[in-house]
C-alpha cells in the first residue's frame, strides 16, 4: 500500500507536480491511441490559434527544439494534418500551414482532452471547476513572466 507522506500532502508544489503527470499520462494514453503525442497538439493548436508559422518561429513559440519540430512536423505532414512550403526568396524557411483535417483532428484531439479533464475534476463542482482554472491561469501566467533564471526553482 503506498500512502503518501503527510509533510508531501502539504506541499501545493508536489500536489501540481503528481495531479499534472496523470493528467499528462492519461491525455498522452489518448492521443497514442490515434498515433499522435501531446507535441503534435500543441503545433496543431498553435497553428489552428494563431495561423501559419515559420518552422523556427514556430518551436520557439512552443519551446521545442529546432530539430524536434523538424520531425513533429513531418508526422503531421505526412499524415496531412499541415502542409508545408519554402519560402521562394529563402529556402531556409519553411511556413507550416494547418489543413482542413488537421482543424478536424485537433477538434477531436481537444473532446479527448475534455474527457480527461472531466474525469479528472470530476471531484470539483463546476464552480470549483472554474475557479481552479483561473488560479492556474494566473499562476502559469506569472511563472511565463519570470526571468529565465528565476525559473530553475533552485
Do not use: C, N
Not at 11 to 39: F, H, I, N, P, V
Not at 74 to 93: I, K, N, P, Y
Amino acid at each position: 500500500m503506498s500512502e503518501t507522506p503527510p509533510s508531501l500532502l502539504g506541499l501545493t508544489t508536489y500536489l501540481l507536480s503528481k495531479t499534472g503527470k496523470a493528467a499528462r499520462s492519461r491525455l498522452a494514453s489518448r492521443l497514442a491511441e490515434r498515433d499522435l503525442k501531446l507535441w503534435h497538439m500543441a503545433v496543431l493548436s498553435a497553428l489552428v490559434d494563431f495561423g501559419p508559422h515559420v518552422q523556427r518561429e514556430l518551436a520557439a513559440r512552443l519551446g521545442i527544439d529546432r530539430s524536434d519540430m523538424v520531425k513533429i512536423v513531418d508526422d503531421l505532414a505526412l499524415v496531412g494534418l499541415v502542409d508545408r512550403a519554402r519560402d521562394t526568396t529563402d529556402r531556409r524557411r519553411v511556413t507550416v500551414t494547418s489543413t482542413p483535417a488537421g482543424r478536424k483532428a485537433l477538434a477531436e484531439l481537444q473532446g479527448e482532452a475534455m474527457a480527461v479533464q472531466r474525469d479528472l475534476l470530476a471531484p470539483l463542482t463546476g464552480k470549483e471547476q472554474a475557479q481552479l482554472a483561473a488560479l492556474l491561469r494566473r499562476v502559469h501566467a506569472h511563472v511565463h513572466e519570470l526571468p529565465e533564471g528565476a525559473r530553475s526553482g533552485r
